[in-house]
């Protein structure tokens, strides 16, 4: 549990459903900063014997304009919603992950099985918005680049339309998303648009899968 006095940009709190005003999200909006607010989580699996949920409840994620401290971020909160409505206050320290665990789109919750929320459920407040606050580092963007190029080949995608599809759908498994696909590609259309001609040549004119440690032929690509 992060300190009091330590200071960050990014924190993230809970705030239950039975404890937290029926207008939250007037009075967050209220405190005048980036805010965002997950779907209710209803459907939490309990590790508690005899319960089948948690008690539902909302993530909150909270950017400050400077670094300031937990507990100047638990007083605002507190003075906007009621004394004591949250308890817990967290640094965050990857925000990336911890928006897409608002919807347990995080890879981490996608291991673990948790119950997926609906995007459409995100509640944006004082223009909120996940690029402003997400920087990826060189290697960050070469390993998702690396990843996307992966998708293309095993995959077989043709096109940047089969990409973007493919990763709507399933992009989450591979901690992959939109926003992040145009952002890595951009600078390297050159190279994507060779990895799309490959498979597009394959599928068109079929190409034995050989293994090449023993010289078998596995199948086909194609016809």
């Keep these: 549990m992060a300190k009091e006095t330590e200071k960050a940009r990014y924190f993230d709190f809970i705030l239950y459903l039975d404890s937290s005003p029926a207008n939250r999200v007037e009075l967050l909006e209220k405190i005048g900063v980036p805010i ?14 005899g319960q089948e949920f948690k008690k539902p409840h909302y993530h909150v ?3 400050a304009a400077n670094p300031v401290t937990v507990k100047s971020v638990r007083n605002k909160v507190n ?13 965050v320290l990857n925000i990336a992950d ?13 291991k673990k099985g948790k119950h997926r929320y609906d995007k459409k459920d995100l509640v944006f407040l004082n223009n909120f918005d996940i690029d402003r606050y997400v920087t990826l ?9 690396d ?4 998708i293309i080949a095993e995959y077989g995608l043709a096109n940047i339309n089969e990409l973007r599809r493919f990763v709507i759908q399933q992009g989450a498994q591979f901690g992959v998303d939109l926003k992040l696909m145009n952002k ?40």
């Design 36 to 49: 965002v607010m997950s779907p209710l989580h209803d459907k939490d699996v309990s590790e508690v014997e």
């Design 61 to 63: 994620i909270y950017v």
């Design 79 to 91: 003075r906007a919603l009621g004394t004591n409505a949250v308890t817990r206050i967290e640094i």
């Design 98 to 110: 911890m928006f897409a665990y608002l919807t347990h789109d995080s890879k981490d919750a996608i």
């Design 137 to 145: 580092s060189v290697e960050e963007k070469d390993e998702a680049f």
């Design 147 to 150: 990843q996307i190029l992966e």
């Design 184 to 223: 890595v590609i951009r600078d390297h259309t050159g190279l994507v648009r060779l990895y799309f001609d490959a498979s597009y040549q394959e599928r068109r004119n079929g190409v034995r899968l050989v293994n090449y440690e023993t010289g078998e032929i596995e199948g086909d690509i194609g016809h």
